[in-house]
């Protein structure tokens, strides 16, 4: 059974710093494309950063290129979103997602993902 669990989000202040972590179990991370995405209040979720494994390349959507980096720990089967210098518009419910099979090509577009975590809030106030 798949199962993906978020977490690490909260608030922070402008110009803060989370690392999320998405841990997951019932598939083998090594062989899998995985993303991060974000859905802010009235707006449709987003891809924010994958990675592809047939590729071996990183997507970074332009709002958070050169603040955020995502990377895989396969042995302990965990994906990290670290997030820097975040913004007010940084603010949404993150989620970490994988695709329906190892060893596949995907564009960081959510319907291109099947199996989703329960999210985690991050919220960037002063």
């Known amino acids: 059974q798949v199962q993906l669990a978020e977490s690490g989000g909260g608030l922070v202040q402008p110009g803060g710093s989370l690392r999320l972590s998405c841990a997951t179990s019932g598939f083998n991370l090594k062989y899998y494309s995985m993303g991060w995405f974000r859905q802010a209040p009235g707006k449709e979720r987003e891809g924010v950063s994958c990675i592809n494994i047939m590729s071996g390349s990183t997507y970074y959507a332009d709002s958070v290129k050169g603040r955020f980096t995502i990377s895989k720990d396969n042995d302990k089967n965990t994906v990290y979103l670290q997030m820097n210098s975040l913004e007010p518009e940084d603010t949404a419910v993150y989620y970490c997602?994988?695709?329906?099979?190892?060893?596949?090509?995907?564009?960081?577009?959510?319907?291109?993902?099947?199996?989703w975590g329960q999210g985690t809030q991050v919220t960037v106030s002063s």
């Open positions: 997602a994988a695709p329906p099979m190892a060893y596949s090509d995907h564009e960081c577009v959510p319907h291109e993902y099947d199996w």
